[in-house]
């Protein structure tokens, strides 16, 4: 079929597309501010819903046609020679689906942002496309799911970004992708033309791309897609941002760089603002092979968010669904816990900026993160645990207040030489950390400016 041809851009728009033009886009300050947003991994691939232990489920059609791989045995033995990636589509149904209770967990969880990916790297939009019959709209479910979610998180006030994966096409029919061996100018075209489809129909808050690393930026020609996004995003007077996905260009270009389980454990701050990407287990598509052991516990996910925003980073924490529509109870669970210890020291999450120097260990040999607000300084202990905290080098004026943000008394606390002794009482708290409000700001310690 005949592709959308891109408009040129004319002379009175903002953004050209090209690097310098791009590169003074600045990054909103309701991305720096949201610190949690939920990824969302569904589609055909979570009918069968397989991987070995460690791989994304998400990846099945491209694995099921790796001979020799666990997954194509699996699929071979469950499903037969003859069976393709398109049969499993009518068996995406996703009758249980409710958009609006997916966006009533994503709320309690304390997301300020939501992702599902509109399209994976199987080529199957989410959305009610024009470019290709090939998406749920038209089969399996037969609903506009990226339309319908939006309608959900946008009522209760998140912001919304459907993904597009589709740099990286290793399935859909009639189109040749670029892996591994074949890529083409019809294909680059048939990217700008759905990216430009999902742009227009759903104004995401983000343009999230990913399947970047098989070309360069100037091979997908994504300079003109940033450009007429940036644009569009000042017509509709909305402030947007890009991540880092263009094409070889991760920790580079973008608004935000992505990081994917590299920095779930970092010790340094990084300045370019970021964002960790993870599931809550390893697959990102659910995975009925992945056992609950893989799982974060409540604290290891709560930790990670901490460490993440101390560290100049969002966390973009991944659910996935079943074929059905429904989300496991126990990815539920953990959102929920999450939710609960938000609602009790979110002051000390949302809306903050990093110290220059993001952590430290006490005296005691207690785990400590900071971030800053306004005039105010936030101290987090990462455990629940009551007695002294001794912090070296951080002093406080005299006359300051120190808070527990969940129990919401005053703590008692004192000067030994330069290091501040906090007293943390044996009241119940919001659990697996606590969060201390100092005001005004430590003088001593340096922080990010607002950017």
Known sequence: MPFLLFPSLSESQTYRAHY???NNHETPEWFRDAKLGIFIHWGVYSVPAWAERGEYAEWYPRRMQQKGSSTHQYHIENYGDDFLYEDFIPMFQAELWDPEEWADLFQAAGARYVVPVGEHHDGFPLWDSDLTEW???????QRDIIGELAEAVRARGMKYAPSYHGLLNYYEPGHGGPHPDFFSEAYVEYIHAKLKELIDKYQPD???????????????RLKEIIAYYYNQAEDWDKEVAVNDRWGQVRGILGDFYTQEY?????????????ENTRGLGYSF???????????????????MLIDNVSKNANLLINVGPKANGTIPSGQQELLLELGRWLAANGAAIYDTRPWVLPQIQSAEGR??????KKDKAFVIVLDDQAGTVTIPGLVVETGSTLRDLA?????????NGSNLVISLPDEATAGHARAIEISPEPVFLMRIGER
Not at 287 to 302: H, V
Not at 407 to 415: S, Y
């Open 262 to 274: 590299d920095y779930d454990v970092i010790d340094r701050l990084i300045d370019h603002k970021w």
């Open 367 to 372: 785990d400590i993160r900071f971030t800053w």
């Open 407 to 415: 129990g919401g008394q005053a703590l008692e606390w004192n000067r």
């Open 20 to 22: 310098q033009s791009l």
């Open 285 to 303: 598509g659910y995975n009925k092979n992945e056992p609950d052991e893989d799982f974060m516990s409540p604290t290891e996910l709560i930790h």
């Open 206 to 220: 983000l343009l999230w791309l990913d399947g970047d690393w098989h070309a360069t930026v100037e091979t997908y």
């Open 135 to 141: 998406n749920a709209a038209r089969m399996g479910p």
